[in-house]
C-alpha cells in the first residue's frame, strides 16, 4: 500500500508546487532587461559613444577599464528620452583613448526594486582602411602552412620516438 | 562541447601523470595516496583517449558550424578571425597527433617516463593553444575574455593578424618535415645497429 502511496503522495506535491507560483507570479516586478551591441571600429583620440536600451530601469552607468588601468571609471548614462520596444534608449561617453587598447566594460541597470548588469567588450585600434590586401593573406596562408609542418614534424619525431624507446625497453 | 572534451583530455592527462610520478617517486609514504593514485592512474588514461577523440570529432564539427554562422567576406577580412583559424588549426594538428599516438602505442605509451612525458606536454601544448584559442573567440563575440588581464601581462594581443615573416615561413615549411626525416632515419639506423648484434647472436 505504501509503494502506491509514495509515488501519489510526490505527484500531488508537485502539483501543488506547480500551480501555487502562478498568482505569485503575477505579482512579481517585471524584470530589468539591457540590449546593447559593443561599437566597431572605434579608433584612438575620439570618445566612444555608447548606447543600450534598458527596459524596466529608471537608471543606468558604466563601469569600464582599459588594459593599463588599475581601477575601474565610473560614467553614468543619460535616458535620451526615446523609446524603443519596451525600453528606453540610454547613452554616455568614454573617454578617448590616445592609443589601441581593449575596453571591459559593464553596463548597469537599475530601479527600485534592484539592479542588473552585463559585461561587454571593445576594441579600440587605428582603422586598416579596406581590410588585409591579398599579400597580407599570402604572408598568412604561409604562417599557417609553417605552424601546421611543425606541428606534424614534431608529432612524426615523437611517432619514431616512441617507437623507438619502446622497442628497446622490449614493449 | 569541443573544449570541454579536449579540456577533459588534458586534465585526464595531467592527472595521470602526476599519480604516475606519485608511484614512481613516493610510493609507500602514504597507503591511501598510494591507492587513490592507482586508482587515478588508471581511470585517467582511457578517460583522457576517450575525451581526445570526442574533442577532435567535435572541433571538426564546430569548424563546419563557426564557418556558416558568419559571412565568407568577414571571415576573409577579419585579422582575429584569421588568428583563432591559425590557433585552431595548429591545436586540432597537436590533438590528432595525439589521438594518432595513443592509438598505435595504446597504454604502453605510459610506460616508460620519456614517451608518456612528451605525449603528456603534446596533448597539454594543444589545450594551451585552445584556450588561447577560445578567448579570441570572446572577442569575436564581442564579450572579452577572462584572460585578458593575463594576456596583458604577457604583452599578447589578439587583435592584430599574427604572421611570420614570408622568408620564415617558407624555411619552417622546408626545414621542419625535412629535420624529422633526418632524425626518423637516425632513429632507425640506430635500431638497426641495436638490432643486428642480437639477430647474429
Not at chain 1, 534598458?54 to 563601469?63: E, H, I, P, R
Not at chain 1, 543619460?78 to 561617453?93: E, I, M, Q
Not at chain 1, 591579398?134 to 609553417?146: I, M, N, P, R, V
Not at chain 2, 594576456?151 to 599578447?156: D, G, M, Q, R
Request: with cysteine.
Amino acid at each position: 500500500m505504501r509503494r502506491v502511496l509514495a509515488p501519489l503522495a510526490i505527484v500531488a506535491v508537485a502539483a501543488l508546487l506547480a500551480f501555487t507560483p502562478m498568482h505569485a507570479d503575477a505579482q512579481a516586478a517585471p524584470d530589468i532587461s539591457i540590449t546593447h551591441t559593443p561599437p566597431s571600429a572605434v579608433t584612438p583620440d575620439h570618445q566612444i559613444y555608447l548606447t543600450a536600451v534598458l527596459a524596466n530601469a529608471t537608471s543606468g552607468s558604466v563601469t569600464w577599464r582599459n588594459g593599463t588601468m588599475a581601477a575601474d571609471g565610473v560614467v553614468p548614462m543619460t535616458n535620451l528620452s526615446r523609446p524603443d520596444g519596451t525600453g528606453w534608449v540610454f547613452a554616455t561617453y568614454l573617454p578617448a583613448q590616445t592609443s589601441p587598447t581593449q575596453i571591459t566594460y559593464a553596463i548597469n541597470a537599475s530601479n527600485a526594486d534592484g539592479s542588473r548588469i552585463e559585461s561587454y567588450f571593445l576594441s579600440v585600434d587605428v582603422a586598416s582602411g579596406s581590410g588585409l590586401t591579398a599579400s597580407d593573406q599570402e604572408t598568412w596562408a604561409l604562417t599557417l602552412g609553417a605552424s601546421i609542418s611543425m606541428a606534424a614534424s614534431t608529432i612524426a619525431v615523437l611517432y619514431w620516438y616512441t617507437g623507438r624507446r619502446l622497442r628497446r625497453e622490449g614493449r | 562541447m569541443c573544449t570541454g572534451f579536449l579540456l577533459l583530455a588534458g586534465t585526464a592527462v595531467a592527472v595521470k601523470v602526476v599519480s604516475d610520478w606519485w608511484l614512481r617517486n613516493l610510493r609507500s609514504r602514504s597507503r591511501r595516496l598510494d591507492q587513490w593514485a592507482l586508482a587515478a592512474s588508471r581511470f585517467a588514461e582511457p578517460a583522457s583517449y576517450f575525451a581526445l577523440i570526442a574533442g577532435v570529432i567535435a572541433t571538426f564539427l564546430s569548424m563546419v558550424t563557426g564557418s556558416m554562422a558568419w559571412p565568407l567576406e568577414d571571415l576573409a577580412q577579419s585579422e582575429t578571425v584569421h588568428n583563432k583559424i591559425l590557433l585552431t588549426a595548429t591545436s586540432q594538428t597537436l590533438f590528432i597527433g595525439a589521438v594518432v599516438l595513443r592509438a598505435r602505442y595504446r597504454f604502453e605509451i605510459w610506460m616508460t617516463r620519456g614517451t608518456g612525458a612528451f605525449y603528456a606536454l603534446l596533448v597539454l601544448t594543444g589545450d594551451a593553444l585552445m584556450v588561447l584559442q577560445n578567448s579570441v573567440a570572446g572577442h569575436l563575440a564581442g564579450k572579452g575574455s577572462l584572460m585578458d588581464d593575463f594576456l596583458h601581462t604577457l604583452n599578447i594581443d589578439t587583435h592584430p593578424m599574427w604572421f611570420f615573416p614570408p622568408w620564415a615561413s617558407l624555411f619552417i615549411i622546408v626545414a621542419f618535415p625535412l629535420a624529422a626525416a633526418f632524425i626518423g632515419l637516425s632513429l632507425r639506423a640506430a635500431q638497426k645497429k641495436i638490432g643486428r648484434p642480437a639477430a647474429a647472436a
